[in-house]
């Protein structure tokens, strides 16, 4: 069976190099190129961009970006069984896939890229979230990437674009929406994936914002949402009593009621409090 990039089809791919899916990587694989390019598509224009692409595995997702025109891909891959496949593709597309063999949480890629720098991956579960959360939190704002599209599962994708009043509104709503435009692109059943996890899919869609949507300090606001959501539907009056003296007359100020609770405040709300506290 011929493929639109003249590489073999991924169940081929899998067989020869044997990837037999570890489950303490995360391993549940996209075998249809079709899925994967209109994934990549979700991107956005990848043809003046350089991409970081994490956990390729056998190569779906990073046939899919570089088919839809990606400048180059630096992909990060923690299983060297992987390698031997990732490199036919570096052969198919000479000087546009740079493969590393590391753990992306423990290394920094960006000095190997020039901008704009867009982040696109099917995560692995286990680590998806503390990725999400350290390229969100970074030093100095704007960051080094342009965009991030990525693959969670669904009641993550979920909570990452819940607004408030909803179950699934917490500390990465707030965290997500303050600094970026977050919007699920698209979602999968199990089925799209082998092996087929027991859960859904969601691929999420966050655009940087180069201002934050309201004036705060990022660790005053870390602070107070995780003491707020750590007692969730407690008074913020009780849940925030160790954050700051007279929290009561700062909620007021900030137009807060004292007797309200962390998931009936609006990001404003939150950041007009970070205000408040920081005086
Ligand atoms: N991108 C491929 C696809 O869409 O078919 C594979 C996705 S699979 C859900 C997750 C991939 O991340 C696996 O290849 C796994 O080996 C890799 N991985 C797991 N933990 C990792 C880590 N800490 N750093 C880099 N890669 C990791």
Same mark, same amino acid.
């Given at each position: 069976?011929?493929?639109?990039?003249?590489?073999?089809?991924?169940?081929?791919?899998?067989? !020869?190099?044997?990837l037999v899916a570890k489950k303490q990587l995360g391993q549940n694989f996209l075998l249809d190129l079709n899925l994967t390019a209109k994934i990549a598509r979700m991107a956005?224009?990848?043809?003046?961009?350089?991409?970081?692409?994490?956990?390729?595995?056998?190569?779906?997702?990073? +046939?899919?970006l570089?088919?839809?025109?990606?400048?180059?891909?630096?992909?990060?891959?923690?299983?060297? +069984?992987?390698?031997?496949?990732?490199?036919?593709?570096?052969?198919?597309?000479?000087?546009r896939l740079e493969v590393i063999n590391a753990d992306a949480l423990t290394i920094?890629?960006?000095?190997?890229?020039?901008?704009?720098?867009?982040?696109? =991956?099917?995560?692995?579960?286990?680590?998806?979230?503390?990725?999400?959360?350290?390229?969100?939190?970074?030093?100095?704002?704007p960051p080094f990437w342009d965009s991030l599209t990525l693959m969670f599962q669904k009641e993550v994708a979920e909570r990452i674009v819940a607004k408030p009043g909803s179950k699934a509104y917490g500390r990465l709503a707030l965290l997500a929406q303050w600094? !970026?435009?977050? +919007?699920?692109v698209m979602t999968l059943p199990p089925e799209a994936f082998t092996p087929a996890p027991?859960?859904?899919?969601?691929?999420?869609?966050?655009?940087?914002?180069?201002?934050?949507?309201?004036?705060?300090?990022?660790?005053?606001?870390?602070?107070?949402?995780?003491? =707020?959501?750590?007692q969730r539907r407690k008074m913020l009056r009780s849940s925030l009593k160790g954050v700051a003296p007279d929290i009561e007359d700062r909620l007021i100020a900030a137009g807060i009621a004292p007797t309200d609770r962390a998931e009936d405040?609006?990001?404003?709300?939150?950041?007009?409090?970070? +205000?408040?506290?920081?005086?």
């Open positions: 069976m011929s493929t639109i990039d003249g590489l073999p089809p991924l169940r081929e791919v899998i067989k !020869t190099h044997d956005g224009d990848l043809s003046g961009s350089d991409v970081i692409e994490v956990g390729p595995g056998p190569g779906g997702l990073t +046939r899919g570089l088919a839809e025109g990606a400048r180059r891909v630096l992909a990060i891959e923690k299983d060297a +069984r992987c390698l031997p496949a990732l490199a036919e593709i570096s052969d198919a597309y000479p000087g920094d890629p960006t000095d190997r890229l020039t901008g704009p720098i867009r982040i696109v =991956a099917n995560l692995p579960y286990n680590v998806g979230t503390e990725l999400l959360v350290r390229w969100l939190t970074p030093a100095v704002w600094r !970026t435009e977050a +919007r699920i027991k859960i859904h899919s969601a691929v999420v869609h966050l655009k940087k914002l180069n201002e934050p949507r309201y004036p705060a300090d990022g660790a005053v606001l870390a602070r107070l949402t995780a003491a =707020a959501f750590n405040i609006p990001l404003e709300g939150f950041c007009a409090l970070a +205000r408040e506290v920081a005086k």
